[in-house]
T-cell receptor, first 110, second 115 residues
Framework: KNEVEQSPQNLTAQEGEFITINCSYS?????LHWLQQHPGGGIVSLFM???GKKKHGRLIATINIQEKHSSLHITASHPRDSAVYICAVRSRIAGNMLTFGGGTRLMVKP | EAQVTQNPRYLITVTGKKLTVTCSQNMNHEYMSWYRQDPGLGLRQIYYSMNVEVTDKGDVPEGYKVSRKEKRNFPLILESPSPNQTSLYFC??????????????FGDGTRLSIL
């Protein structure tokens, strides 16, 4: 069983829809990262969370440490949000290693 | 401009021919890391460094070497490349804050093909 599971693997939405991507993990963590990988391949760090909730523009990330679960929400989605979204965790017992989820491929249609 | 620079961006080479992928950052970050990305396997960490002269293995270190002689540079060395090291490689860096967890800045990636 992977330590980090994301769902869904693929998601197609219409422009303007509210989108939720989920990340579940099985180990105690010190932090969780959300990354965005554009179709061209470049990776951008969106959020780093250790508790609670963070917001940046139309993006919101939440984490529930007790339930070992995080969500990334996109409000008023736009075609330029089309990308692969990747969750990564830093395990408390694995030092400073990062373990990645398999990614969620999002396509937003106009 | 704050950035992580990887070179080369693309390389096709042959089995056994030593190669080095360079990574340089201009943000005075302590933490640097190398990842590889493969279809169906996602991103996996190869090696990371918490500061100069401090390096540690990640998930998939076999066949790779790294060094951190200067804060800004973290080269990835393939002493004897093999076809299973054909992959897309990313270098990343970040500060090491009080929680040792800071957002990472990624390079543009290096696509390696080993024949």
């Amino acid at each position: 069983k992977n330590e980090v599971e994301q769902s869904p693997q693929n998601l197609t939405a219409q422009e303007g829809e509210f989108i939720t991507i989920n990340c579940s993990y099985s180990v105690g963590i010190s932090a969780l990262h959300w990354l965005q990988q554009h179709p061209g391949g470049g990776i951008v760090s969106l959020f780093m969370l250790s508790s609670g909730k963070k917001k940046h523009g139309r993006l919101i990330a939440t984490i529930n440490i007790q339930e070992k679960h995080s969500s990334l929400h996109i409000t008023a989605s736009h075609p330029r949000d089309s990308a692969v979204y990747i969750c990564a965790v830093r395990s408390r017992i694995a030092g400073n290693m990062l373990t990645f989820g398999g990614g969620t491929r999002l396509m937003v249609k106009p | 401009e704050a950035q992580v620079t990887q070179n080369p961006r693309y390389l096709i080479t042959v089995t056994g021919k030593k190669l080095t992928v360079t990574c340089s950052q201009n943000m005075n970050h302590e933490y640097m890391s190398w990842y590889r990305q493969d279809p169906g396997l996602g991103l996996r960490q190869i090696y990371y460094s918490m500061n100069v002269e401090v390096t540690d293995k990640g998930d998939v270190p076999e066949g790779y070497k790294v060094s951190r002689k200067e804060k800004r540079n973290f080269p990835l060395i393939l002493e004897s490349p093999s076809p299973n090291q054909t992959s897309l490689y990313f270098c990343a860096s970040s500060f090491v804050g009080g929680t040792a967890n800071q957002p990472q800045h990624f390079g543009d990636g290096t696509r390696l093909s080993i024949l």
